[in-house]
């Protein structure tokens, strides 16, 4: 009996370790409104690797985590999910409804509509990106001065995997 609750012990003692080390690494989340239309849907829910930014800064194109100074009804940060559009250095402009990074207009397939409101040149100081979302006329994004340039430090993590719904299971591009 006695060797059973060891066993038993060493077994819950394993599943906590394990657990503890998978939430360092991944992090789930959910989608709760339409600012990623069409790439990502409310209710859409998402496996969030912390790994890569570990080793590595944010790249163009990636769909990423991070926490805001926005805040929710109950007072907490709210965390937004959008594509990075410019790292650190990059010059962005947005004009005319078109979205230029270091003067070459982007060629984005993945927004709602085709346009992007706003006027913006501006140019992404050290240690930050430029976010937007994809459903460009319903994003409060880095357009937006509340939102702004996204610190580093404040990035959660690259978006990998979408779980639910399921008709919809696998990578987020």
């Known amino acids: 009996m006695k060797k059973e609750i060891l066993e038993w012990i060493k077994t819950i003692v394993i599943s906590v370790v394990i657990a503890m080390v998978i939430t360092a690494f991944v992090r789930p989340t959910l989608v709760k ?23 590595h800064e944010p790249e163009k194109g990636d769909i990423v985590v991070f ?68 459903n460009r006329e319903n994003s409060l994004d880095s357009r937006d001065e509340r939102v702004g340039f996204v610190p580093l430090e404040v990035v959660r993590g690259k978006v990998l995997v979408r779980l639910y719904p399921f008709s919809q299971i696998g990578s987020v591009d």
């Open 33 to 55: 409104g339409y600012s990623m239309y069409p790439t990502l849907s409310p209710y859409n829910y998402l496996i969030i690797n912390k790994i890569p930014y570990m080793m």
């Open 67 to 134: 926490k805001s100074h926005l805040k929710t009804e109950d007072g907490k940060e709210k965390d937004l999910i959008k594509r990075v559009i410019a790292v650190a250095g990059d010059e962005i402009e947005v004009k005319d409804g078109e979205v230029s990074v270091n003067g070459k207009i982007l060629n984005e397939p993945y927004i709602n509509g085709n346009y992007t409101s706003g006027e913006i040149n501006v140019k992404v100081p050290e240690d930050t990106i430029f976010a937007m979302g994809d």
